[in-house]
């Protein structure tokens, strides 16, 4: 990594920021975060929309992709924004490591659509994914931030339910403590620049408004999370939201998972996003999609 990247990139996430206040629109956030995370190169990957249960998800596959694998994509953004487009390079990326063919979700956003939304929606593509002739053991599970938060809930839901759980799940800086307890939200405020107490706060309420922070679907930090698959988590050193990683995958090595930390110094909440101009961001996604492939057999 160049500092110049890394100060690059800050610096468009700065001016998006710049422009929010609190009067601004959640439409206007939503669109400006999409521009942000969207204007990417395509790695050569092909996509095809679907529906499932009136959701809309997209097929993402790089030209390597295997048609006989699957993972299941959960975007982040607070439960309240993102989409396929914000995230479709970081799909098309990883989709190119794991050799495997991506389902991306537009997953129902709160406030308009709050909890459990998200995690029904999220349960019903994967029920929608064994439904296509796929095995467990052909799938995987990954997302970013709330995504991860989500991949995890989900998880744990499907184990409750006694659905298989598919064989591994990679994990980018989750949000698995809605009451955002975590020691680095402090520490690290001045070193984020895109994730703030203040954020994540206002985000948690528009999601779970009934204000049980603390519902292990909401927050998996809460869950029991023995019986999970292999887990590779990858978080950046300067984020807020570092301790979630920290907590959680000392949480689910004490229940006996398989869960592989790694900690990326230096960089910011969901690095991954600017893998087209950010060297660790491809890097963290050539290792999450080998881990993936490596699970996938």
């Known amino acids: 990594m160049s500092q110049q990247q890394l100060d690059s990139v800050i610096g468009e996430i700065a001016a998006m920021l710049r422009g929010w206040g609190a009067e601004t629109p959640l439409g206007d956030i939503r669109r400006d975060a999409d521009r942000l995370f969207s204007a990417r190169p395509s790695v050569g990957a092909s996509a095809q929309p679907v529906r499932i249960g009136g959701i809309d998800a997209e097929w993402i596959a790089a030209p390597a992709a295997r048609s006989d694998r699957a993972v299941l994509y959960l975007h ?11 995230h479709r390079d970081l799909c098309e990326r990883l989709s190119r490591a794991a050799k495997a063919r991506v389902l991306a979700l537009a997953y129902r956003l709160a406030p308009e659509h709050p909890f459990p939304a998200a995690l029904d929606d999220a349960l019903a593509a ?21 995504g991860g938060g989500l991949s995890l809930a989900t998880l744990v839901s499907l184990r409750r339910e006694g659905i298989p ?3 591994c799940a990679a994990l980018m800086s989750p949000w698995v403590d809605l009451e955002c307890t975590g020691e680095s939200m402090t520490s690290r405020a001045a070193t984020d620049p895109l994730v703030s ?10 999601y779970l408004p009934s204000g049980d922070l603390r519902n292990p679907l ?36 004490a229940a006996g998972v398989d869960v592989r930390l790694k900690q990326w110094e230096g960089m910011i909440h969901v690095f991954q996003l600017f893998a087209d101009r950010l060297d660790e961001g491809e890097a963290s996604l050539g290792e999450l999609g080998a881990f993936i492939d490596e699970h996938l057999g």
């Open 165 to 167: 759980l598919p064989a």
């Open 197 to 206: 107490k203040a954020m994540t706060g206002g985000m948690a309420a528009a």
């Open 218 to 253: 909401a927050s998996p930090l809460h869950a029991a999370l023995d019986g999970l698959p292999p887990l590779l988590i990858h978080v950046g050193s300067r984020e807020t939201l570092l301790d979630d990683s920290t907590r959680i995958a000392a949480k689910a090595r």
């Open 76 to 86: 982040g953004g607070g439960y309240s924004i993102g989409s396929i487009d914000s």
């Open 126 to 146: 994967y029920r929608w994914l064994l439904g296509q002739g796929l095995a467990p053991t052909q799938l995987a599970i990954a997302g970013d931030s709330a």
